[in-house]
């Protein structure tokens, strides 16, 4: 395993005391806490702040969790206005005043870095104006670092004056490449606003990457999401961490989810050791090919086997399950690592000697072998022996795997239009087979017409999904 230290985010567990957040993050087994300083947990403003960071130094001694320091709370300095004032503001004294706390709080809890954000650039202002102040204020925090020997990391945020990866090490490179100004790195964030993905982001930062926050999140929209609910390749960010010798806290950031919160850190958790075991069995394949013959089988175990979307599919029939999605990780690493032959040959056994959710990782994803390329054509032939192998079966797992985007590329007309019926026998959802509306012609309108007429003439119900296909076809 990569051994990445996991964290979690205080501000998800708003409705907790903070030693009860912290008991329940070090049970669930992460390794450190993103301690967000504000009034419901320790409050950089209170009378006894000495005594308090003092007690929880303590505490996340005696649970074994390290700790970053965020400052993101939204109504900590002015109980009107959301984050106000900024680094940007015209009188940002009270900003810089509560970075300083920060810093000092830091240093009591031996934290790893003080991560902080610019702030969003008031209608009006210049931005050569807005620029000079970040300086301004950024350098005043750095004084206070320098002398506690606590690290700062600059966060991009959507919707703020640096919301870009590059605006940051820009202002970095502008105040002399201080050694103790580092980035903080939302990969969510990479996913919404920036024009590489998460995986890049990381691989650009490198070094200068001192704290990490990990959610999903979809383009062009910021909105922390649980993983797996937006576009963030989780395994891939996490191998790229692993890539760089990345060895801060990467924590999760959830800061709407408090109302569920031991349970989302519990999921969190489940999707982080996934996406870990995913990414380290990727390598191993890319070493050691034959490693594929153990990791397939223990995906089940490693990845889990819930289905992808539970509220909506929750057999897994259409969008399939975790370990679905991790053997497709491993398929796709095996076609990278051998030749045609070998591929077609190690695939063709993983199914053959594979139980029924080993066959189905298989079927779920031969789309993403390369078949379409001329010199892979035997690798596309073995897939459509399996294809056909799968729809004699009566599993409705195997069939809704065996009519995905690779039987709607490549298998026959006359196997595809039996494929669907096959689906309307067993019960499986049409809405599994890829490419329906597209393939669906006269004669498979012609077979499933006589099929509903067949149920109708016996009494018996017509499945729904028949009738969809009639009406999307006009009939």
């Known amino acids: 395993m990569s051994g990445l230290r996991l964290g979690y985010g205080t501000n998800g567990f708003a409705s907790h005391r903070l030693d009860d957040a912290l008991d329940v993050i070090a049970g669930l087994g992460y390794d450190g806490v993103a301690l967000t300083l504000d009034h419901a947990h320790l409050d950089p403003f209170a009378a006894d702040l000495p005594g308090r960071t003092s007690a929880v130094a303590a505490r996340l001694g005696r649970l074994g969790l390290g700790v970053v320091v965020e400052t993101g709370a939204r109504y900590l300095l002015d109980p009107w206005r959301k984050h106000q004032p900024t680094l940007l503001s015209a009188e940002p004294v009270a900003r810089v005043d509560f970075l300083r706390r920060a810093v000092r709080v830091a240093a009591d809890l031996g934290a790893e870095c003080v991560s902080f954000w610019s702030g969003v650039k008031e209608p009006g202002l210049a931005d050569e104006t807005a620029w000079q102040r970040l300086r301004d204020g950024v350098s005043a925090v750095l004084e206070e670092a320098t002398e506690r020997g606590v690290r700062l990391a ?14 940051a090490l820009r202002l970095r490179h502008d105040l002399g490449s201080p050694e103790l100004l580092g980035i903080t790195l939302d990969v969510g964030h990479c996913v919404a606003v920036e024009p590489v993905d998460a995986a890049e982001c990381v691989r650009r930062a490198g070094a200068l990457l001192f704290n990490v926050q990990l959610d999903d999140m979809l383009p062009g929209v910021h909105e922390h999401l649980e993983f797996g609910a937006g576009e963030l390749d989780l395994t891939a960010t996490l191998a790229a961490l692993t890539g760089i010798g990345y060895t801060g806290l990467a924590a999760v950031e959830l800061p709407r989810h408090s109302h569920a919160a031991p349970e989302v850190a519990r999921r969190s958790l489940a999707a982080l050791r996934a996406a870990e075991w995913t990414g380290d069995a990727e390598r191993r394949i890319a070493a050691d090919p034959a490693s594929v013959r153990t990791l397939f089988p223990a995906a089940g175990r490693k990845a889990g086997r819930a289905p992808l979307h539970p509220e909506t599919d929750p057999q897994g029939l259409v969008h399939g399950t975790r370990d679905d999605e991790a053997r497709g990780r491993l398929l796709a690493a095996l076609a990278r690592a051998l030749p045609p032959e070998d591929l077609a040959k190690e695939v063709g056994e993983l199914y ?49 795997a065996a009519l995905g985007p690779f039987a709607a590329a ?30 669906t012609d006269d004669e498979l309108v012609r077979m499933v017409t006589d099929y509903v007429a067949e149920r109708k003439a016996a009494g018996r119900d017509v499945p729904p999904d028949a009738d969809a296909i009639l009406q999307e076809a006009g009939q």
């Open 154 to 167: 600059l966060e991009p945020e959507p919707g703020h004056f640096v919301q870009h990866l590059d605006q």
């Open 352 to 400: 053959r000697y594979g139980d029924g959710a080993e066959r189905r990782g298989v079927l779920r994803n031969l789309h993403r072998l390369p078949t379409g390329d001329p010199e892979y054509s035997v690798v596309r032939d073995t897939g459509l022996r399996l294809v056909e192998d799968a729809l004699r079966a009566n599993d409705t797992g195997l069939v809704a």
């Open 410 to 439: 490549h298998l026959d007309a006359h196997s595809w239009r039996h494929g669907v019926l096959k689906c309307l026998f067993v019960g499986v959802p049409v809405a599994a087979v890829a490419g329906l509306a597209e393939r």
